[in-house]
């Protein structure tokens, strides 16, 4: 639980200083860049802090891969 109030400290401070000068100055590009980019990490950090067993994606990728060239690992 400590991990997630520092999580939530973080992107307060990451927010207020990225995200709203981009607002204020209707910075679109960055915008539609940075928002889903906070999104994703802000989920994969909570669910982190709340002990979700992560894939790894190094194991992702060559099934990928091996899905693509019917290959069998």
């Given at each position: ?21 981009a ?9 539609f ?6 999104i994703?990490?802000f989920?994969?950090d909570?669910?982190?802090s709340f ?18 060239f019917?290959?069998?690992?």
């Amino acid at each position: 639980m400590n991990s997630f109030l520092i999580f939530i400290i973080l992107y307060a401070i990451m927010i207020c200083f990225d995200l709203i000068p981009a607002f204020k100055k209707k910075e679109k590009k960055v915008l539609f860049f940075s928002i889903p980019v906070y999104i994703l990490t802000f989920t994969f950090d909570v669910m982190y802090s709340f002990g979700s067993n992560q894939m790894n994606p190094n194991q992702v990728i060559i099934d990928f891969i091996g899905s693509i060239f019917h290959i069998k690992s």
